[in-house]
């Protein structure tokens, strides 16, 4: 006969208690957390995953169910600590990213992989061939058109680019043709590299943000004092530019990786003299890459470009708004791929005199500009008088 076997258990210990209890806490405080309504801010560049449809067909729908996780996770109290941790561990341990989209740099460049991996389905012949078809309709309508292309970062601070891998940009094989073209064409055309590039040379500190992709107001100011020039010469001034105190801008790079960080960058008061009234012009249709059209009317002592200017932008004009409106009497800003996927919004516009066409380096081979900016002419044909 077989001897009974002992199932009696020994009593936990108190390592045993610490641990069950710390994986209750970890279980249990962001479920109740979020049923008291503590909600964290969002640590990724991007919103939180909506919350789907729950009507009676939706939830006989497995999607529904993954949709409804999805949305929970991204609003766990809890969760952007967690995405921290593990972001600061892999960027400041292992020289990682938690974002493909971000590569990291050396010192605390942070830099964007579509920069650095641009999709170049055009060339430099067929850009500068669109500048000279729209140079050519424009003048026949009677507008003022100007092309302008604002440097990628890498280009003016190549220093602080990755080791390894090395990267070969499609838009640095095309960068000399274009600039050449530029050139040729001062009335269609305004060559930013020059003046960031003189900018960088006379400053003491990068004029690019080290963790995000654009340029800071010490490289927009120069940049946009050519378009000025450009579109009326001898209007621009920097004595109207005026730092009365610092702002903070936080770095999108910075807030993909996982690890957000703010700048601190010079607040300028520009022409206070002027005042800036706000409109919104009814695009028609529901906007993908901006809030909406907006139109800016300014009026003061000073003289700005006269008439209307409709202004065609990114990224980098988009962030620089205060310091370009108050040059123009008049100016309509409308998104450039907005203007894009809907051209029927040309015909939403009023009369215009001027156009300012502003694509950041990396995107610029990936647009017709003539295609995108014919709407706009034609719009003004059927409306002339």
Not at 90 to 97: E, I, V
Not at 191 to 210: C, G, H, N
Not at 230 to 256: C, H, I, N, Q
Request: aromatic residues 8%; proline residues 9%; negative net charge.
């Amino acid at each position: 006969m077989h001897d009974a076997v002992d199932r009696r258990v020994a009593p936990p210990s108190r390592w045993d208690l610490v641990i069950g209890l710390v994986f209750v806490l970890v279980v249990t405080v962001p479920g109740l957390a979020l049923l008291a309504g503590v909600r964290p801010p969002q640590l990724e560049n991007a919103a939180a995953a909506p919350w789907p449809s729950l009507d009676v067909p939706a939830l006989g729908e497995p999607r529904t169910y993954s949709a409804v996780d999805s949305a929970i996770i991204d609003r766990l109290p809890g969760r952007d600590v967690a995405v921290g941790a593990y972001a600061g561990l892999d960027y400041r341990l292992l020289g990682g990213s938690i974002d493909r989209q971000v590569v990291v740099g050396r010192g605390s460049w942070l830099w964007y992989r579509g920069e650095l991996e641009p999709t170049c389905s055009r060339s430099a012949a067929d850009l500068l061939g669109d500048v000279d078809r729209i140079g050519a309709a424009a003048a026949k309508a009677g507008v003022d058109v100007h092309v302008t292309i604002a440097p990628d970062k890498h280009v003016i601070h190549p220093t602080w680019l990755p080791e390894r891998p090395t990267f070969a940009p499609c838009t640095d094989d095309r960068r000399a043709e274009l600039r050449a073209g530029f050139a040729a064409r001062p009335s269609t055309t305004v060559d930013l590299w020059s003046v960031v590039m003189a900018a960088r040379d006379q400053a003491s500190e990068p004029i690019y943000f080290d963790q995000d992709s654009h340029w800071r107001p010490e490289a927009a100011l120069p940049a946009i004092g050519s378009v000025v020039d450009a579109v009326v010469p001898g209007l621009w001034s920097a004595k109207a530019y005026t730092a009365s105190r610092t702002d903070d801008f936080p770095m999108e790079l910075a807030r993909l990786n996982g690890l957000p960080r703010s700048a601190s960058i010079p607040h300028y008061r520009v022409r206070p003299d002027e005042r800036v009234e706000r409109r919104v012009i009814d695009p028609g249709v529901h906007l993908s890459h901006a809030a909406d059209v907006t139109d800016y009317h300014v009026s003061g002592p000073l003289d700005t470009v006269p008439g209307t200017t409709l202004i065609v932008y990114d990224s980098f004009f988009n962030i620089e708004r205060p310091l370009l409106i108050p040059w123009f009497e008049r100016s309509i800003w409308v998104q450039a791929q907005d203007l894009r996927d809907h051209p029927e919004l040309a015909t939403r516009l009023p009369r215009i005199d001027h156009i300012v066409m502003e694509r950041v380096e990396r995107d610029a081979y990936g647009m017709d500009i003539a295609e995108l900016l014919q709407p706009v002419l034609d719009a003004r044909a059927s409306a002339a008088p």
